[in-house]
């Protein structure tokens, strides 16, 4: 077999489109929602080289419009759990001794397939099946995917390199072994490119796959499935499963080549997953990874020298961009009183401008805003707005009404509390509804200690200041409430390559998705010393 030391492609973050009327890319957007919103679908489950059909059928629909069915899935029991586990260890030995490079190759061009022929399918699978505007759904089916495809595989490069020193005499050498066993990785709703990304860079080193995703994301992981097929990842090496939670951790937990977990989601389940890992540990042939991220309670704090108008912006996009479901959105802002007024003019007329002019439909390309994306989350919304009207201690500002009957739509409503410990102040909601607290502009360290101390979780947050002091100051008091951290900018839009994304407290392990951080750990590293002239006697000079 020929060898060489091979150089892969640069890694260059993919362009964002504009979508802006006139352009390509929003005609082809739009005619590809048009034609595949008026279709029904068939969504079969793939386990090796098989396409498995149950006929036991669960509609994939529009959170938008939910009787608009777009797509029918296959459900499976623990049986097709079983059946992936085989096929992902059925396929784990080729898979694992294909060249490391054929292996970039298959992912890099997963990333043009994207980029190209893709691009328009993938963004309106998540357009239609998550409610994403074409912006976001752009920055992320698109976008972030193709950058965690090509940066991954520059940062598997730069791992295979790294290589221990060698004294005279001996050769030492590191070896990046796949994990032995299977992976399993389970999938969120909000972003189709981490969908893409749990299962892929575990696979991109060597290691085979059984994915779970989100059932509100499957209509969209159909089609990664359909690049990842034609990208040429084999069969088995990633197994598609649409089971329930109980069904997939009976088998999988119990299962002895169970090799590690790929998460993100819910913090519950994350130390639910934990804990029963840890009670299986025995079970296990080797002690399994476990990488998670979890929720957040992402911040926004202002200092009095903050510019208004830079801080309200970042307060309506960093709370409102697809309806708040994101881990990293703004939830609970800390405003000094000197600047009060004028912030609250601003996103006051923020929110009354997206709900009156920029709420529907995200095949309406006007609009900024749409639904949230079932009626559970519609409903437990719905509950803190009510709460919120009922307490002396809340006033909603801007928005608080909510309508299910087309769509499970929650306006973006702005609470302002008096009490920093208010529910919505501490709780992950994950819904357009953020919360604010006015502190007196005279005790930035009261308003940094709530910060550092109201929440459990260490995801995201941000700190607007125009005093470098300040920004210095908070900057370190605060160096263990966010993972990742911004300075007079929203919490949001990490970008990979660029801001490795990960928290710690109850927001996971910060293994920090789109680094070569992550990647590690799904090796496990073998060390070879070869000595070139074995010694012939075991007698050492000292004892002379």
């Not at 298959?106 to 998550?130: E, H, M, S, W």
């Not at 990664?224 to 939670?245: C, T």
Request: charged residues 20%; proline residues 6%; hydrophobic residues 40%.
């Amino acid at each position: 077999m020929a060898k060489g030391f091979f150089s892969v492609p640069k890694a260059v973050n993919e362009p964002i489109k504009s979508y802006a009327p006139g352009t390509p890319e929003r005609e082809a957007l739009q005619a590809t929602i048009n034609e595949m919103s008026t279709q029904k679908i068939d969504i079969p489950m793939y386990i090796g080289s098989e396409e498995v059909r149950t006929n036991n059928l669960g509609t994939c629909v529009s959170p938008h419009d939910h009787q608009n069915v777009v797509g029918e899935y296959h459900k499976g029991d623990k049986d097709h759990v079983t059946q992936a586990i085989n096929a992902a260890l059925g396929a784990r030995e080729a898979w694992a001794e294909m060249s490391w490079e054929h292996r970039a190759s298959i992912f890099l061009k997963a990333a043009d397939l994207l980029a190209g022929p893709y691009r328009a399918k993938i963004n309106a699978a998540t357009v239609i099946g998550q409610s994403k505007t074409a912006h976001q759904a752009e920055i992320d089916s698109a976008c972030e995917l193709i950058d965690f495809l090509r940066f991954n595989v520059k940062f598997m490069t730069e791992i295979y390199q790294d290589q221990p020193e060698s004294a005279p005499g001996m050769w030492n050498r590191s070896e990046y072994r796949p994990l032995e066993g299977f992976i399993f990785a389970l999938t969120p709703f909000n972003f189709t490119a981490i969908a893409g990304n749990l299962p892929t860079a575990p696979a991109m080193m060597g290691n085979t796959i059984v994915w779970k995703p989100s059932h509100d994301q499957i209509y969209s992981a159909n089609v990664l499935m359909e690049v990842f097929k034609e990208a040429g990842v084999p069969d088995g090496v990633i197994n598609l499963v649409y089971v329930s939670g109980p069904d997939a951790g009976d088998v999988i937990f119990n299962h002895p080549d169970f090799a590690g977990l790929h998460f993100t989601g819910s913090t519950g389940v994350f130390q639910d997953l934990w804990a029963t890992i840890g009670n299986n540990i025995e079970k296990y042939k080797t002690y399994p990874r476990i990488v998670g991220e979890t929720g957040g309670k992402d911040f926004i704090l202002a200092h009095k020298s903050a510019t208004p108008k830079g801080l309200a912006t970042a307060i309506t996009r960093g709370a409102f961009e697809f309806q708040g479901q994101k881990c990293s959105a703004a939830s609970r802002v800390y405003v000094p009183n000197n600047i009060w007024d004028e912030v609250k003019g601003y996103i006051i007329d923020d929110a009354n401008d997206i709900i009156k002019n920029h709420m529907g439909t995200p095949h309406d390309f006007k609009n900024f805003f749409t639904a949230v994306i079932n009626e559970r989350s519609f409903d437990k919304c719905a509950g803190y707005i009510e709460r919120a009207k009922e307490s002396d201690m809340c006033e909603i500002i801007a928005g608080g009404g909510y309508d299910k009957s087309k769509g499970f739509f929650v306006e973006p409503t702005i609470i302002v509390t008096k009490d920093p410990n208010y529910e919505s102040m501490v709780e992950e909601i994950f819904g357009p509804i953020v919360t604010i607290y006015v502190y007196d502009a005279e005790y930035f360290d009261e308003a940094i200690y709530l910060v550092d101390n109201t929440s459990t979780y260490a995801l995201t947050g941000a700190i607007f200041s125009q005093d470098r002091y300040a920004i210095e100051y908070a900057t370190r008091k605060l160096v263990n409430a966010a993972g990742n951290f911004y300075i007079n900018d929203k919490p949001t839009g990490a970008v990979v390559g660029q801001q490795p994304f990960g928290g710690s407290r109850a927001s996971g392990t910060n293994d920090k998705a789109g680094s070569a951080i992550n990647l590690m750990r799904w090796t496990t590293p073998r060390t070879l010393k070869e000595t070139f002239v074995p010694p012939t006697d075991y007698k050492y000079p000292f004892m002379g």
